[in-house]
T-cell receptor, first 116, second 113 residues
Framework: KAGVTQTPRYLIKTRGQQVTLSCSPISGHRSVSWYQQTPGQGLQFLFEYFSETQRNKGNFPGRFSGRQFSNSRSEMNVSTLELGDSALYLCASGIGLGGYELSGYTFGSGTRLTVV | QQPVQSPQAVILREGEDAVINCSSS?????VHWYRQKHGEAPVFLMI?????EQKGHEKISASFNEKKQQSSLYLTASQLSYSGTYFCGTEISGSNSGYALNFGKGTSLLVTP
């Protein structure tokens, strides 16, 4: 089966700009979670969507937002980019059972965002 | 709420064993383990649930001590392919963080010939 697809793979943006990242989950999966990965902080949870509804949100400023479409594809948006937003952004696809995902989450390869 | 992993890094020779620990200050519902190789996506290894159920790969085992809110990942007879960064992800009991995992900062494992 096809894996989790994230686009684009790389992005370079200037401070103050905004960016939109896309994630297509595994067919049949209705949950998409987003994580920010940096060398210092590891994987940090941004938000999770299930059937177009945000069920949980991490401790990130309001500049970070997301949405999910009826076909389960998800987008995340970061407005007014800051240098500290440079990171690898990963999305994870799942059935929707959170910590009880017995088959675990399937991660995409991520989008590497560099803010200059 | 971020779990604490130890050690931060470990270097092994092929065939040696390793243990990676993950601890939380909060009561846990479940613990996930993932491995990430450089430049690749994290890959699911195992899940352990409160109550003892677990599911994972054949050559990797883990334990979940509910009283101590700790989990340990056991890598035996390590192979070169085991190299990577290992993350534990936890779901905290009784919180509203359901449907999300909090990940530790990772343990870097290098297996040498």
């Amino acid at each position: 089966k096809a894996g989790v697809t994230q686009t684009p793979r790389y992005l370079i943006k200037t401070r103050g700009q905004q960016v939109t990242l896309s994630c297509s989950p595994i067919s049949g999966h209705r949950s998409v979670s987003w994580y920010q990965q940096t060398p210092g902080q590891g994987l940090q949870f941004l938000f999770e969507y299930f059937s177009e509804t945000q069920r949980n949100k991490g401790n990130f400023p309001g500049r970070f937002s997301g949405r999910q479409f009826s076909n389960s594809r998800s987008e995340m948006n970061v407005s007014t980019l800051e240098l500290g937003d440079s990171a690898l952004y990963l999305c994870a696809s799942g059935i929707g059972l959170g910590g009880y995902e017995l088959s675990g989450y399937t991660f995409g390869s991520g989008t590497r965002l560099t803010v200059v | 709420q971020q779990p604490v992993q130890s050690p931060q890094a470990v270097i092994l020779r092929e065939g040696e064993d390793a243990v990676i620990n993950c601890s939380s200050s909060k009561a846990l519902y479940s613990v996930h383990w993932y491995r990430q190789k450089h430049g690749e996506a994290p890959v699911f290894l195992m899940i352990l649930l409160k109550g003892g159920e677990q599911k994972g790969h054949e050559k990797i085992s883990a334990s979940f001590n509910e009283k101590k809110q700790q989990s340990s990942l056991y890598l035996t007879a390590s192979q070169l392919s085991y190299s990577g960064t290992y993350f534990c992800g936890t779901e905290i009991s009784g919180s509203n963080s359901g449907y999300a995992l909090n990940f530790g900062k990772g343990t870097s494992l290098l297996v040498t010939p």
